[in-house]
């Protein structure tokens, strides 16, 4: 059906990867880099094989890029516009590309994906109201006028009352919302961070229904710092709330999160109590725990009132027939560099779920390759952080297994001795269900403001993944390490660089747990491999060392870190938001994937990577 309808500009064959017939799950890339070109920028579809083409099966998560992807993808197959009306009852059926098995009632390839857009999507999942994210949902709007029904704008409260007050405002855009004597194309979810602990049972607690066969639950992280807002009201709310619909934040603020999780908090209580609570070094920044990746330096201190970080998302998808999930990373920050560090709680939700085999596919970003010093990476990740990130899934995933290898075999001893296993002798019949129920997320978030008035020692409902008992992860390369000076006062005195300036830095604290992640002074190992994104990646990895500015921190300069035994292994990391240079040269897709496949060797981590492209289809 092509002929000669297919444009140049439809770019490269689409790639089909995963299993099909196994998935749970078919994502569609739209777009597949962070910019600087707005034809290619972040946008997934998302839905459930089980539930087939029908109306409301599908999602979007982000929507950078959206309809004139789907117009470029289908062109392939059909004419970009038709002169003639279809006659009634038409329709085509798709027998490839990312759509196929889709019966289409059109000609063309502007009016099905209009067709797409209108009845198979039922709505947007926003990770953050950064422009990259929503501007092709913005700019689509227009063309739900007759449409049937609005379509849900799904997101955290601050991500929601951003796009209201700033996009759907009716000075940078109509106000198409439902809200707002708005005209009604598009209405407003919020969620609550961590799921609803009223809404599910089992596994599915705290999951709420996005579109046929699809639920989702969302957690709030950090995408890098911007200066505070002088009229900044940090107490007014925090997305571990819902909030009723016509609930109205003051202006200018609405695109900053609060201080909910307690980064403001956690520095005055350390301020006065800091002596003898951590080893000389890195000051821990929050209740929770901070991911290796670079010690954060006591010199944020001086100016930290002046900055308050940027709010993003990370997405929990769930299939309700299979049971198995996804799990899509807006925009985010390492949290060894962050004012808010809170990928941590993710990663601790997350494990669990890899440990049981039900989730083995992860999107997250990664903006640039490891040549990019930290203070460049303004709120992104790059392959050093990213593969610390893993490294601390990695290590919760295997303790969780060995938990519940010990679970078992306690439960075991415990039906030997006659008794109901976790239950001691005589205690009552009521089911453990009934006995102890889940914590839900406002108790979560009770706790950690506690732990944080010194109530308790660590966080509490991060206990569970404690790494008491085992191994120790081992030191991580010094592309790893951030580059802030621990010490203020020597910045305060000169700006002149100083011998001491240039040693590797000590153990970063483990997140409140038992575990401390270390560096070396080991380069990262030059890729071997014939693989042309390893050959690409070469040049770059040599040169890591000399963008890396080190801690300043004394303590020992050479660790032997042992490799993991590839926890990870089952679970593919799809690269998303790669920067495109736009320069002659190696792609930086192609770079960053070489660096992650090293270092993810070296790590023993076990997972695959895959960057990825507009027009892909991956089955997970």
């Not at 009223?198 to 989702?216: H, I, K, M, P």
């Not at 070094?281 to 009132?305: E, F, K, R, W, Y």
Request: glycine share 10%; with cysteine.
């Amino acid at each position: 059906m092509r002929g000669n309808h297919a444009s140049r500009d439809a770019g490269p064959e689409p790639r089909e990867l995963g299993n099909k017939e196994e998935a749970s799950f078919q994502v569609i890339v739209l777009g597949s880099t962070g910019g600087p070109r707005e034809d290619n920028i972040t946008g997934l579809l998302v839905r459930a094989p089980q539930s087939e083409w029908r109306k409301s099966s599908m999602i979007a998560v982000d929507a950078g890029a959206h309809l004139s992807s789907m117009i470029r993808i289908l062109q392939r197959e059909m004419p970009l516009m038709s002169e003639k009306v279809p006659a009634k009852g038409y329709s085509q059926l798709l027998e490839k590309g990312p759509f196929a098995g889709l019966r289409f009632p059109n000609i063309s390839a502007k009016a099905n994906a209009l067709y797409i857009f209108r009845e198979i999507l039922h709505g947007f999942l926003i990770t953050h109201p950064h422009l990259d994210h929503l501007s092709g949902m913005a700019i689509n709007t227009p063309a739900l006028e007759y449409g049937r029904e609005a379509k849900a704008i799904v997101a955290l409260p601050s991500t929601i009352e951003a796009i209201k007050n700033h996009i759907f405002n009716d000075w940078l855009w109509p106000n198409l919302s439902d809200e707002g004597n708005g005209v009604g194309f598009v209405t407003y979810r919020r969620l609550i961070e961590g799921g609803n602990p009223r809404l599910g049972l089992g596994e599915s607690r705290g999951y709420v229904n996005v579109c046929d066969g699809l639920a989702t639950k969302c957690w709030s992280v950090s995408h890098g710092k911007c200066h505070r807002r002088a009229h900044s009201a940090s107490f007014q709310h925090g997305d571990s709330f819902g909030y009723p619909p016509d609930y109205n934040f003051p202006s200018r603020r609405l695109s900053r999160i609060s201080d909910d999780h307690g980064y403001f908090a956690a520095v005055a209580q350390q301020q006065s109590q800091n002596a003898g609570a951590y080893p000389p070094g890195p000051v821990q920044m929050s209740a929770g725990p901070v991911t290796p990746g670079g010690p954060l330096a006591s010199n944020i201190l001086d100016n930290c009132h002046l900055f308050e970080p940027v709010s993003s998302s990370a997405f929990f998808i769930r299939n309700d027939a299979t049971g198995n999930e996804l799990l899509i990373f807006g925009d985010v920050e390492p949290d060894s560099v962050s004012l808010s560090p809170r990928n941590h709680i993710v990663w601790d939700d997350a494990a669990g779920k890899v440990a049981s085999g039900m989730l083995k596919g992860i999107f997250i970003e990664c903006s640039y390759d490891d040549s990019v010093r930290n203070e460049d990476l303004y709120g992104h990740l790059c392959p050093r952080h990213l593969v610390a990130e893993l490294t601390f899934l990695a290590n919760c995933v295997l303790n969780r297994r060995k938990q519940k290898t010990s679970n078992d075999g306690a439960a075991t001893d415990a039906l030997l001795d006659g008794q109901t296993p976790g239950r001691p002798v005589g205690a009552s019949s009521v089911p453990d269900l009934m006995m102890r129920q889940p914590p839900t997320p406002s108790e979560l978030k009770r706790k950690r403001k506690r732990a944080m008035n010194g109530d308790l020692a660590s966080t509490p409902e991060l206990a569970r993944a404690s790494f008491d008992g085992l191994p120790s992860p081992q030191p991580i390369p010094s592309g790893y390490v951030g580059n802030r000076s621990v010490s203020s006062t020597r910045r305060k005195r000169s700006h002149e660089p100083r011998e001491s300036d240039h040693a590797a830095a000590p153990p970063t604290p483990g997140r409140g747990r038992n575990v401390t992640f270390q560096a070396d002074s080991a380069a990262v190992p030059v890729p071997s491999s014939s693989d042309p994104a390893l050959a690409a990646a070469t040049t770059t990895t040599s040169t890591v060392q000399n963008h890396q500015h080190p801690s300043s921190l004394s303590g020992p300069a050479n660790y032997q870190r042992e490799k993991l035994p590839e926890p990870l292994k089952g679970v593919t990391v799809h690269v998303i938001h790669v920067k495109d240079t736009l320069m002659d040269g190696p792609a930086p897709g192609d770079v960053i994937l070489g660096q992650l496949r090293a270092l993810g060797e070296e790590a023993g981590l076990g997972c695959d990577f895959n960057v990825t492209n507009c027009g892909d289809s991956i089955w997970v």
